[in-house]
């Protein structure tokens, strides 16, 4: 069984996980639930559902060094939706949030790692975001932004996130491996 570690940040498609939990284990996947600590208390009221959903402790924080690891290993991770703030800590190797900090270290340990960011128009003006998409592509990491991704609705457009394209993204990760 392939594990996935779907992590989301606190942009309004995080609100939509446990449909993208359920699209993931229809698939065959065992699904790891992490969040920033934002994304966490947006979902406060929906964890203990979430923890059954998936068979396995949502987390937004990191262990106690003494205590074992609750989760399997990743064989992929889905980082979606993936805000400013994540992409441009990630970037630069700023790991104080839980899911930061294991994308991180998965570019190290040579897991797969798709991101797909959510954020509006005007921090894309912002030259770090481009800086850290780009440093994000040059590490190996599956970037779905622009053509193809993710791209930033204009004021007011309501647009649905294209959760699809993650998926996708995943199962061909998922599919070529041995």
Not at 46 to 68: F, G, Q, W
Not at 85 to 103: E, P, Q, Y
Not at 123 to 146: K, N
Request: one cysteine or more; hydrophobic letters at 45%.
């Amino acid at each position: 069984m392939t594990t996935l570690y779907l992590f989301g940040a606190a942009a309004p498609p995080v609100l939509e996980i446990s449909g993208v939990i359920e699209r993931a284990q229809s698939r065959g996947w065992d699904v790891c639930l992490g969040l920033t600590p934002t994304a966490a208390r947006w979902l406060e009221s929906d964890l203990l559902a979430l923890e059954k959903l998936t068979r396995n402790p949502v987390r937004s924080e990191y262990k106690m060094p003494c205590e074992p690891d609750a989760w399997p290993s990743a064989d992929v991770i889905l980082f979606a939706p993936a805000t400013f703030n994540s992409v441009n800590h990630w970037a630069l190797g700023l790991t104080d949030r839980f899911v930061v900090g294991v994308v991180a270290e998965a570019v190290g340990k040579r897991i797969p790692v798709v991101a797909m960011p959510c954020l509006n128009a005007a921090y894309v003006q912002h030259q770090a975001f481009g800086r850290s998409v780009a440093e994000l592509r040059e590490m190996g990491v599956t970037v779905l932004y622009g053509e193809g991704g993710f791209v930033p609705n204009r004021s007011g457009e309501k647009v649905p996130f294209p959760w699809h394209l993650a998926l996708a993204a995943v199962e061909s990760i998922v599919s070529r491996r041995p």
